[in-house]
Nanobody, 122 residues
């Protein structure tokens, strides 16, 4: 079992930055791939970024490429999402997820956090 707790959400002006954190506990952290998804009101939950915890390889949705950076600190069992140049369309609840392999599909991930709200004012 893996427990995930997100933090770092909040309200920011367009063009600003936020860093989200996802603290993991439970099973061996290094065995998992971690990802961030987001869900805006009335929309499907969508993939944002993932990272392979063993290799550090990352992958991003086109909508955030060049603005967001996913990273991990294995010693702290924590994954981060640095979000720069935020746009109003980035506003959503952001969810951290863990799975055995890195992928863009929601069903690939077995464990989810409770979500953290990101709001962007124009």
């Amino acid at each position: 079992q893996v427990q995930l707790v997100e933090s770092g959400g909040g309200l920011v002006q367009a063009g600003g930055s936020l860093r989200l954190s996802c603290a993991a506990s439970g099973r061996t952290f290094i065995r998992y791939a971690m990802a961030w998804f987001r869900q805006a009101p009335g929309k499907e939950r969508e993939f944002v970024a993932h990272i392979s915890l063993r290799s550090g390889t990352t992958y991003y949705a086109n909508s955030v490429k060049g603005r967001f950076t996913i990273s991990r600190d294995s010693a702290k069992n924590t994954v981060y999402l640095q979000m720069n140049s935020l746009k109003p369309e980035d506003a959503a609840v952001y969810y951290c997820a863990a799975g055995l392999t890195a992928a863009t599909m929601r069903y690939n991930y077995d464990y989810w956090g409770q979500g953290t709200q990101v709001s962007v004012s124009s």
